[in-house]
């Protein structure tokens, strides 16, 4: 009886500490990125009064890269990257100076237009002040990784207006295939006071409630189905663009702030040719897809290469904000293809994209009723699942740790970064998969066969 009531007391204390550390990180987190965004909306006002703003943009990325290079290399690129990256290999250490180094590279590369994300800064912000924190009060390496991620969970949280979602973010987004459940209570307590702190502040978050009536028909389903492969594949072409852009940006023998230089005046460009709607943040663009308004067919790959140009060539931001654009327009093509409802499928293509991309299939179901309302939720659940599958064995998230098989039938080596599995067909004589690669085999024999027996 001695040790029950030891164990429960244990168990108590500990509950009481990571409750009181999580309220205390997800103020701070709250906090920050609520100056953040206020600072990221008065910029772009600002620079929104100029018909041209864009032009500024070579000369934006270059200060970008001045910033980061001169007083914190570590928040280079997009943020929740190198947070997952200092998890992972640093056990979740992260400079203070990233904080401010990545909030200004930022609200910089946004407000010009370059074509990137606001919840990798929230990320890092988050991260960089917990593990601030941790050094502090000089916690063990174990709970400062804790904390870090409690870190990253109040930055998704507060940078979208979603608690929930946030909270399985940060722990579903450092393993593909895993969640860290000894950090879900931290994660969940420091997501809420994150975003009440941001709501408090004055913060306005983007909500969109889809007139979707749920009435179950089997073509319907299958369509879900079908949409969840579409969506994985588009999540495959910009995860293979973003790792060409980058390969393109390590082989060019130029210096960082010539990359700068040519990757502004590409982006601008477009802005010139096309249209604004496809810099900065491109909000506009995903608020008239969920509407079920007329989206150009070509805005996916436009997207997807100022995105990867903007990362890749000296511009600071997230990803996750380009991903619900990637989502929301791919939606509205698919539903154009096939005659629906333009609407529901851009609300559900925008989650089921971040769950290929991102690896993320919880996070990304929830975050769609937290966004368009439980009707519509079974259906993004399903094309989540089968996104994040059809992806393969590749992220966004370089960093991430690969924590399960996405079949059976491929080999892959389990506890490796992303960056470095290899994925080899693998088919057990046994397996569905074997029967019908076999009966394929068959079949294209017979038909090759037919008409030379005919001659």
């Not at 991260?127 to 009060?137: E, N, V």
């Not at 390496?141 to 998704?156: E, H, N, Q, T």
């Not at 690896?359 to 079974?378: K, V």
Request: glycine share 10%; hydrophobic share 50%; net charge positive.
């Amino acid at each position: 009886m001695k040790k029950r009531i030891a164990e429960q007391s244990i168990l108590f204390v500990s509950v009481l500490k990571w409750v009181f550390l999580a309220t205390v990180v997800g103020a701070l987190v709250g906090l920050s990125t609520s100056l953040f965004l206020l600072a990221l909306n008065a910029a772009t006002e600002f620079t929104g009064r100029f018909q041209y703003y864009f032009l500024a943009l070579p000369a934006a990325f270059c200060l970008s890269v001045i910033l980061v290079r001169r007083l914190a290399p570590e928040a280079e690129g997009h943020g929740t990257e190198k947070v997952i990256e200092a998890v992972h290999k640093r056990s979740g250490k992260i400079p203070v100076a990233v904080v401010p180094v990545k909030l200004a590279a930022t609200v910089i590369t946004l407000a010009s237009g370059g074509s990137a994300g606001k919840e990798g800064p929230c990320a890092q912000i988050g991260g960089g002040l917990a593990s601030a924190m941790a050094d502090l009060f000089q916690f063990a390496a174990k709970d400062r990784k804790k904390l870090v991620i409690c870190g990253i969970s109040a930055g998704f949280a507060s940078v979208f207006g979603t608690p929930i979602a946030g909270a399985i973010f940060g722990v579903e987004v450092l393993f593909v295939g895993g969640l860290l459940y000894d950090v879900l209570l931290p994660s969940f307590v420091s997501g809420i006071m994150a975003y009440q702190v941001s709501a408090a502040l004055g913060v306005n978050y983007f909500s969109h409630s889809i007139p979707f009536t749920p009435v179950f028909h089997e073509s319907f389903f299958l369509m879900v189905a079908l949409s969840g492969v579409y969506f994985g594949i588009c999540s495959f072409l910009f995860i293979e663009m973003l790792a060409a852009a980058d390969r393109l940006s390590r082989a060019l023998p130029w210096s960082q702030m010539q990359k700068a230089l040519a990757g502004g005046a590409l982006v601008a460009l477009a802005g010139l040719i096309f249209s604004t709607r496809f810099l900065g943040l491109g909000l506009e663009t995903i608020e008239q897809a969920l509407k079920g308004g007329t989206v150009s067919w070509f805005a996916f790959p436009l997207k997807a290469l100022l995105t990867a140009v903007t990362l890749n060539f000296g511009g600071s931001g997230g990803i996750v904000t380009p991903l619900f654009f990637l989502g929301a327009t791919s939606g509205s093509l698919f539903a154009n293809i096939t005659g629906l409802d333009a609407a529901t499928f851009s609300a559900i293509g925008l989650v089921a994209v971040l769950a290929g991309a991102a690896n993320t299939p919880i996070a990304a179901a929830i975050l769609s009723i937290e966004l368009f309302g439980r009707s519509i939720g079974p259906y993004a659940c399903v094309a989540c699942v089968i996104s994040f599958l059809m992806t393969g064995h590749r992220s966004v998230y370089p960093s991430q740790i690969l924590s399960v098989k996405k079949s059976q039938s491929l080999d892959v080596a389990i506890g490796e970064e992303m960056e470095d599995v290899r994925a080899r067909i693998q088919i057990r004589e046994k397996s569905l998969v074997s029967v019908i690669v076999r009966n394929f085999r068959t079949v294209r024999k017979w038909i090759q066969s037919g008409p030379r027996r005919g001659k």
